[in-house]
Every structure is written in structure tokens, then in C-alpha cells.
């Protein structure tokens, strides 16, 4: 039974080509991508423990193993981390059998205060199983009508996959898809993902377990977006980890002038109060 950190050395093993590290063509291969061989001489260590790292009988390398591996697989900031992640977990720290924990769902009053001073901007405050769980107003204004907030408990995770309408309102679905199941590997512990995982696997099917396991590391570029109104927006992300909550405040502001343009069209008439 392989592990998470072996499916991931293994995907990014068969997503490089050998002649971008310079190395020759040795022809035709049963699997795309680099092989065993090549990946072991350029992180020093033997074939043997590299099958075994892959197929997950080793769940412990050493941290000089672990990063030689980052340095032979050209890993980038975000993907070493999460390497560093899933090497964490492999070790036997999250057991299967721990009864999941719901994840915390309170907004300290500060991080309230915070969103209340970025009114009437668009900000929201997640956790990495995306729930929902505070936002100004102006979030409102661009995610209202589109059924993500209708519901008691509201989740970006849970509306991504199940709600035909986001692969509507998010106009780059796939890579939006992508970003949330990865956020799925970034929460508080393995075992407070289960129950979404389990719950979305059903419905979503092959589009979410497919993204769950790769382990690709989403760019998360520009926010498109086909808003009700008619508009497309364009939306920069800025996030700040609120790592003692296991949460983030998320900030959006526009990419272009057109997009802001749009937004301050969504906002109601201001309200004009005559002074006697």
C-alpha cells in the first residue's frame, strides 16, 4: 500500500521530462517522465530505497533524504513544503483509526475587527476544508446569488464539486478544483479532512479523488469569475495564514479597471440624508 509522500514523488518523477535536467534519452519507458535510475543517482541514494520510498515500506527518510529528493525533483517553494508535509504525516503521526475532530469554526474578534476595518472591500476568513466562516460585505456582493452562501454551514470545498453552477461562475473551474482538494492535505491533521473526503468522494467521483491524490501544487493565479450580473471578474488573491486558528484571511481586489469598474456597478446606490 503506497502513502501519500510516495505518490507524490512518484507524479512529480513521471511529470519531468529527462532532457530538461539534462539528461539523455535512453528510449522507450513502460511510464512517462523520469526514471527510477536517473532520480536515485541525482539524489544519491539507491534504487532499492527509492522503490521502497515510492511504494511506501519506507515512511521515514531522513531529512538529508528528503531534501536531496526536493533538490533531484527541481522542486519550487511550495512544492517542497508540501513534500516536507507529506513526509510528516507518512511517519505514522496521523493514525486512521483517530476519531476526526470538527475543525474550529469560531473568528477570534480581532481577525472581526480586521474584516470589519477592509469594508466595503471583498475579504473572507476559511479554514483549509473551506469552510466559510466570516466576510465583509463585499464578499457578499460578489459571491451571493450563486448558492455558495445559501446554505447554514456555507464551504467553497463542498460547492466547488457539488454545485453545477460553479463550473459556470468559476470561469477556470479545473484550476479552482485543483486548489481546493489541495487544501485538503493543508488542514489542521489528516483526520479532519476524512469526513469531507468522504462525503465528496460520492458525489464529485473521479474529478475530486483524481485531484486529491496527484498532489499537484495549484499556481493560483488570477480569479475569474462569471458573475450573475453579466460581468466577468478579474480578481487578485492576497492571503494571510492565521496559523494559530488553522484559518486564513483572504483579501480580493481587482486585476484590472474593468473589474473595478464592475463591482463598484454591483454595490447599491449610496443613500443620501438631508441635512436640515
Same mark, same amino acid.
Given at each position: 500500500? #503506497? &502513502? @501519500? ?16 535536467? #539534462? ?27 527509492? &522503490? ?21 525533483? %527541481?522542486? +519550487? ?7 516536507r508535509y507529506l513526509t510528516k504525516i507518512a511517519g505514522g503521526e496521523c493514525s486512521?483509526?483517530?476519531? =476526526?475532530? =470538527? ?7 480581532? !481577525? ?10 471583498? $475579504?473572507? !476568513? &476559511? ?6 466562516? $466570516?466576510?465583509? *460585505? #463585499? ?7 450563486? #448558492?455558495?452562501? +445559501? ?19 468559476? $470561469? +477556470? ?7 481546493? /482538494? ?6 489542521? *491533521?489528516?483526520?479532519? *479532512? ?6 465528496? /468522494? ?26 450573475? %450580473? ?24 481587482? $486585476?484590472?479597471?474593468? &473589474? ?8 447599491? @446606490? ?7
Amino acid at each position: 500500500m #503506497g &502513502t @501519500p509522500l510516495g505518490d507524490f514523488i512518484r507524479a512529480k518523477r513521471d511529470s519531468i521530462q529527462p532532457d530538461v535536467l #539534462g539528461l539523455p534519452d535512453r528510449g522507450r519507458r513502460r511510464s512517462p517522465g523520469l526514471r527510477r535510475t536517473d532520480l536515485a543517482v541525482r539524489a544519491g541514494i539507491s534504487v532499492e530505497y527509492l &522503490t521502497r520510498i515510492e511504494q511506501g515500506r519506507d515512511r521515514n527518510p531522513s531529512v538529508s533524504v528528503v531534501n536531496a529528493l526536493a533538490d533531484a525533483l %527541481s522542486l +519550487d517553494p511550495s512544492e517542497r513544503n508540501h513534500l516536507r508535509y507529506l513526509t510528516k504525516i507518512a511517519g505514522g503521526e496521523c493514525s486512521a483509526h483517530t476519531q =476526526p475532530v =470538527p475543525p474550529r469554526r469560531d473568528v477570534r474578534p480581532s !481577525v472581526l475587527e480586521t474584516l470589519r476595518l477592509l469594508e466595503p472591500g471583498i $475579504a473572507v !476568513v &476559511t479554514n483549509r476544508l473551506g469552510d466559510v466562516l $466570516a466576510y465583509t *460585505s #463585499g464578499y457578499e456582493l460578489v459571491m451571493g446569488g450563486i #448558492g455558495l452562501l +445559501d446554505a447554514d454551514a456555507p464551504n467553497l470545498t463542498r460547492y466547488v464539486f457539488s454545485n453545477p453552477d460553479a463550473r459556470t461562475f468559476f $470561469a +477556470d473551474w479545473d484550476d479552482v478544483a485543483d486548489e481546493q /482538494a489541495f487544501d485538503l492535505w493543508l488542514a489542521p *491533521s489528516v483526520e479532519n *479532512s476524512e469526513w469531507l473526503t468522504a462525503e465528496l /468522494a460520492p458525489i464529485a467521483g473521479p474529478d475530486f479523488t483524481r485531484r486529491f491524490n496527484r498532489h499537484v501544487v495549484p499556481p493560483r493565479g488570477v480569479l475569474r469569475l462569471n458573475h450573475p %450580473s453579466g460581468h466577468e471578474l478579474l480578481l487578485l488573491r492576497e492571503m494571510l495564514e492565521l496559523s494559530s486558528d488553522a484559518q486564513q484571511l483572504v483579501v480580493f481586489l481587482p $486585476a484590472d479597471e474593468k &473589474t473595478a469598474q464592475a463591482i463598484d456597478q454591483l454595490r447599491p @446606490p449610496s443613500r443620501l440624508r438631508a441635512i436640515s
